[in-house]
């Protein structure tokens, strides 16, 4: 049995159909993205992403802090691990407020670079510039 492939100028190093994923003789085909992997008649055939990666991470809280009125504190954070971390490589990431943190906390907070790889937590800076406290809590 043949099957017609047609292949078109694209940038990207490939384009599976739905035809291929679905239909295929060997059955479906498992697409990992978590482990870069699609698993294809059984075989893992290694997949890497073209353009933005997309490595958001949870920062949380590492105890339960209370930030004092009109202060900067510097506390306690965890980033959160992925299974496809590499613990031997520098892994580098900016660590920003996101719109939820700033609605949620009268806080501003400073980005920070941090390597996760480094430590099992990081610090990060917050300024508070209101006359009462402000609590933060681990979860």
Do not use: W
Not at 11 to 25: A, C, H, P, Q, R
Not at 97 to 109: A, S, V
Request: aromatic share 6%.
């Amino acid at each position: 049995m043949y099957k017609e492939l047609i292949v078109a100028e694209i940038e990207d190093d490939v384009l599976l159909g739905i035809n291929i994923l679905l239909n295929d003789d060997g059955g479906l085909a498992d697409i990992l993205l978590s482990k870069g992997v699609i698993v294809l008649k059984g075989k893992k055939k290694p997949c890497i992403q073209i353009g933005m990666k997309n490595d958001v991470r949870k920062v949380t809280a590492a105890d339960h802090f209370i930030i004092q009125p009109l202060s900067e504190a510097v506390i306690d954070v965890f980033i959160e691990r992925k299974e496809s971390d590499d613990v031997s490589q520098i892994t580098d990431f900016i660590v920003e407020p996101t719109q939820h943190f700033c609605e949620t906390y009268p806080l501003k907070m400073a980005s920070l670079l941090v390597d996760i790889n480094r430590n099992p937590t990081s610090k990060i800076r917050l300024l508070h510039p209101f006359p009462y406290n402000v609590d933060i809590n681990q979860d």
